[in-house]
């Protein structure tokens, strides 16, 4: 089982970047899965789901609007589309994927830096 994030950087606020988390090992089609973000100092939170069953989506209220989840099952990839980014988005993001039945089957990638700043 893996997880690898891809897609962070550096970037001026107001811009864009799309990260990118590719699975292998298990079947991405019954899996959520949820972007989260830690920046220094503060805990981890979420950011977005995608859910494995209906493709129903939610997002933190200080990304609504400016983010957006997606998930490829057929490409086993998942993405965030992260626009009108601010300072304050500035943490590590990690994927997260969860079986939507058995929650012990839960798996996490290694994080990618996202860093906004001019």
């Known amino acids: 089982v893996q997880l690898v994030e891809s897609g962070g950087g550096l970037v001026q606020p107001g811009g864009s970047l799309r990260l990118s988390c590719e699975v292998s090992g298990f079947t991405f089609s019954s899996y959520h899965m949820t972007w989260y973000r830690q920046a220094p100092g503060k805990e981890r939170e979420l950011v977005a789901r995608?859910?494995?069953?209906?493709?129903?989506?939610n997002y933190a209220d200080s990304v609504k609007g400016r983010f957006t989840i997606s998930k490829d099952n057929a490409k086993n990839t998942g993405f965030l589309q992260m626009n009108s980014l601010k300072p304050e988005d500035t943490a590590v993001y990690y994927c997260?994927?969860?079986?939507?039945?058995?929650?012990?089957?839960?798996?996490w990638g290694q994080g990618t830096q996202v860093t906004v700043s001019s």
């Open positions: 997260n994927a969860r079986h939507v039945y058995f929650a012990n089957r839960d798996y």
């Open positions: 995608i859910t494995g069953t209906s493709g129903s989506t």
